[in-house]
T-cell receptor
Framework: DAKTTQPPSMDCAEGRAANLPCNHS???????VYWYRQIHSQGPQYIIH???NNETNEMASLIITEDRKSSTLILPHATLRDTAVYYC???????????????FGKGTKLSVKP | GAGVSQSPSNKVTEKGKDVELRCDPI?????LYWYRQRLGQGLEFLIY????????KSGLPSDRFSAERTGESVSTLTIQRTQQEDSAVYLC?????????????FGSGTRLTVV
């Protein structure tokens, strides 16, 4: 079973920031938080991941609470193309591959509206 | 190649027939994963290959499902005696074991329809 809890759906106005929450209250000290998204009819796409520090890349920012029990993915200026299902996943290996598979939950369906 | 390639992109087969789905991972990626996604559902893990280690087959739903991978290259997922409940998109992903933290790269999937 997925170790994370996400709202099933969210709406966001185009051009505004989209803030997607994720609860992972049972996260272990060596587990990273990963975010992926899946645009309709495509395979999932890696967005960002982090351990305890906030992270930012060209796609998004990841804010992890100090107790690491929750996190927020921020899309600073959402566009219509950001409409997708967003998955928050926790797993032990930050480098991918060597510790087994990612367990995907149901994710949050983000709808960006004009 | 530049990304993970899967073929065919679409497959329609009759119930009871065998099918083979192919995945070409990113060159140099040591880990390869197969997932299944039924319509409107999340991803289900099927099987995981890591280098020359024994594959993790814990997600395969029945003995009709099998997969092979030659070294660190192409993988084939085989479904024997297909059933209608096998209809789904089958997704393959690969990742590099060494640093980077780029996560997994997924292919576009094979949409299997069993009629």
């Amino acid at each position: 079973d997925a170790k994370t809890t996400q709202p099933p759906s969210m709406d966001c106005a185009e051009g505004r920031a989209a803030n997607l929450p994720c609860n992972h209250s049972t996260i272990s000290g060596n587990e990273y938080v990963y975010w992926y998204r899946q645009i309709h009819s495509q395979g999932p796409q890696y967005i960002i991941h982090g351990l305890k520090n906030n992270e930012t890349n060209e796609m998004a920012s990841l804010i992890i609470t100090e107790d690491r029990k929750s996190s927020t993915l921020i899309l600073p200026h959402a566009t219509l193309r950001d409409t997708a299902v967003y998955y928050c996943i926790v797993r032990a290996d930050g480098y991918g591959g060597s510790q087994g598979n990612l367990i995907f939950g149901k994710g949050t369906k983000l709808s960006v509206k004009p | 190649g530049a990304g993970v390639s899967q073929s065919p992109s679409n497959k329609v087969t009759e119930k009871g027939k065998d099918v083979e789905l192919r995945c070409d991972p990113i060159s140099g990626h040591t880990a390869l994963y197969w997932y299944r996604q039924r319509l409107g559902q999340g991803l289900e893990f099927l099987i995981y290959f890591q280098g020359n280690s024994a594959p993790d087959k814990s997600g395969l739903p029945s003995d009709r499902f099998s997969a092979e991978r030659t070294g660190e290259s192409v993988s084939t997922l085989t479904i024997q005696r297909t059933q209608q409940e096998d209809s789904a998109v089958y997704l393959c992903a690969s990742s590099s074991q060494v640093g980077g933290g780029e996560g997994y790269t997924f292919g576009s999937g094979t949409r299997l329809t069993v009629v």
